[in-house]
């Protein structure tokens, strides 16, 4: 048995070099111990084995795995680097097994994947600086301390030396600490929970915090799976949620009196519009899924079939998207390509459920363009839309949701007549003859956006929409 003792600081380098140097060498997992941490250890039976660089021959891993391992290392589990170089033993025969979603070895690793990104995203959301004295540098100075679940300080600190990246800032865990100092971070041991001195900031944080916090989204249980409990020690805005959620009700009913929510004025005329009851026939789920297979029996040049949405008929909820896409179009059903499964992905971490929702389209067709082999995507013009509107509508009528998810442009045309300032309404709740609808942009627009930091800032606020349909939806 040998022992790879893998340091606390650059921990994923050092795996990766060490599972290089052992698989080149022919060791198997079973001959390996792995230890992580300040100091080596040895086992019972061997020293510690470094790896040596020079026997390591080039090895061709999968993309997918590389980016798996690079999560899971930093993974709280002591068995996560034996269990990385196990799987990877078995890929080196079986490349496609990364592939294999079935794989116990594989769902481990995912789930394991999982749990680091949800602690990283945690880390981002619910880390609170102290604003300490102005160093020599003149620059201002911040320091937080945080105890993440995993070791998720290393590869979390891209992103805040982007996001603070005009001041100096320490992060101090109980494992590891990060200092940014003129625009380089720099790692060192974790230490003991520092003394912080109190900040004028934060209660001004405080403050917003309680002004924002909205009575009518409460639910609590939601709320502690977005922001669970173990982090509010050290969330200076923490203490202040007890009173808040004991007076949410006497506030709900006092906005309820006061402020209805309204639709902004340009879309009161095409309101009016949508309120006149339509001429719609009764028609029952199944007959209305015959009629969209009849009506896409003979199609036009650059139109697909009429894909209606999916999901309980019963649906308290009801998500909207804009319009099917080339994927959709072959697969039949609403939300499975690109944009789709970027959608899942993040209404998974938002604790939003896709499966007790109706998930459908403002328009019901992909409508493309062809260049060579290529079906280009269009966008619907207003005739599309209201065309789509019919079919919507008879969903409406069938699912009847409390409420609904509006996203993308598209979308909000079709449920509030205006498609204008999308990004202005974004996170809003609006009145709408369909009842209350949550406005939010569409995945796309994120899979579009170039700039890797907007990208990643659009995507927290996209999730955060997510996450306050799921409150409302779970209080429905
Ligand atoms: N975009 C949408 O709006 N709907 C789909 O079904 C797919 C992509």
Redesign the pocket.
Known sequence: MQTVHLPMIGTDIAWRDAARAHLAQGTPPEALLWTHGDAPQTDLFGATAAPNPAMVTPLTVPKPFVDLSRRVVWHSDPERFARLYAFLWRLRDRPALMRDTADPDLIRLNGMEKNVRRCAHKMKAFVRFRDIAQGTTGRRRFAAWFEPTHFTLEPTSPFFARRFADMDWVIATPHVTARHENGRVTFAPGQAKPDLPEDGAEQLWETYFCNIFNPARVKISAMQSEMPRKYWKNMPEAKHIPALIAGAEARVREMAETAPTLPPLRAARVLDRLHQPRDLPELSFDAMRARAEEASRDLPEGYGRIILGEGPQTAQVMIV?????DH?DQAGR??V?P??QLFDRIAAEAGLDRTGAYVT?AVKQFKFRRQGKRRIHMPPNRTEIEHGRWWLDLELQLVHPKMILS??ATALQALTGSRDGLLKRRGQIEATPYGPVLVTV?P?YLLRLPDRVRQEDETALYRNDLAVFAGMAAAA
């Open positions: 998207g804009e319009q099917p896409g959709e609403p939300f390509g944009a789709g389209n996203m993308g569409h796309s």
